[in-house]
């Protein structure tokens, strides 16, 4: 008892608030957070089940599929869907916009970031305005555009629209990023001899790499899922993309409802992203917390 007692006594009152504490309340926010989470991952688990079903079992409500059965990966790979050669166009289209926005991104948000000028807020202000305008907004304008220049059925039909999107988030995120990184850098780089330029990506960028690591993840990302403007800018199938090539399944001999087929397409679309975002994010998580701290 005394024993007891003493203990009390040293530990702060927090730890003994939180040591006589009832049951419910130390794990209330684990069963929260267990119910964000199966909420999020049960329509993926979901179609993760219905890919595995056989074709004639697509429709049961079953939580395990029994038999398993891999027909349905064989229909989406099968001949006539193009699904492979939508999987190249969607890593050719997503690659390019990534790559273009880290390039013209990190160029304009080191320029906000070290540069002092009148309405530099008003800038950024606006350009974050941007990416708020719906897509949906924009297609019959752009549309009719890339039908003058003939750019219907073209990669850059694809490439420009979802660079205009990407960016306005980049040059944000990457200013945020920027802004917290000493000036002292480059001025200890030019006192070596390194020119402003060399400076900045010889110093700043090597620095820089969370930051833009992240921000090359979540516009890969972005730019895999898009559908609208794929969907939009192209009528064939050699130049489509892979959400669009699911879009458009119209099943096998036998089977007019191509569920599981289009399941079996979205965990192979999916996969890759989970797996990438698995992988990587402690980076990802150090790149969106570093520009917030001064």
């Known amino acids: 008892m005394a024993t007891e007692v003493q203990s009390k006594q040293i530990l702060p009152p927090e730890a003994i608030k939180a040591a006589e504490a009832s049951p419910w309340r130390r794990w209330a926010p684990l069963f929260g957070v267990a119910l964000i989470v199966i909420y999020c991952l049960a329509p993926f ?16 409500n079953k939580l395990i599929p029994a038999p398993f ?11 006539g869907n193009g699904f492979g ?4 166009n969607s890593l050719i289209v997503a690659g390019t916009v990534t790559i273009l926005t880290l390039v013209i991104g990190m160029v304009a948000a080191y320029t906000l970031a070290r540069l002092d000028f009148r309405g530099k807020n008003a800038v950024l202000a606006i350009i974050i305005a941007t990416s708020m305008f719906p897509g949906i907004s924009l297609v019959v304008p752009l549309l009719k555009l890339f039908i003058d220049i003939k750019w219907i059925n073209t990669y850059q039909a694809m490439i420009v629209p979802s660079l205009s999107f990407a960016l306005p988030l980049a040059v944000w995120n990457l200013t945020a990023f920027f802004r917290q990184m000493p000036r002292e850098l480059e001025q200890a780089a030019m006192v070596d001899g390194c020119t402003p330029a060399q400076a900045f990506r ?16 979540i516009t890969f990302i972005a730019a895999w899922n ?12 050699s130049i489509q993309t892979a959400n669009v090539i ?5 099943g096998t001999t036998g089977r007019d409802q191509p569920f ?12 890759p992203l989970v797996i990438a975002v ?7 998580v150090a790149g969106l917390t570093a520009g917030g701290v001064k």
């Open 45 to 60: 688990y979901w179609m993760v089940v219905s890919a595995f079903r056989r074709p004639s079992d697509q429709f049961s």
């Open 246 to 250: 699911i879009s458009q399944f119209v």
């Open 202 to 217: 010889k110093v700043i960028i090597p620095l820089a790499a969370p930051g833009v690591f992240t921000t090359a993840i």
């Open 260 to 271: 599981g087929s289009q399941m079996a397409a979205g965990v192979v679309v999916t996969i």
């Open 278 to 284: 698995l992988i990587f994010q402690r980076r990802i």
């Open 85 to 88: 050669r939508g999987l190249l």
């Open 226 to 237: 898009e559908f609208l403007i794929a969907l939009s800018m192209t009528n064939k199938k």
């Open 69 to 79: 059965s891999f027909q349905n990966f064989k229909d989406v790979f099968g001949a």
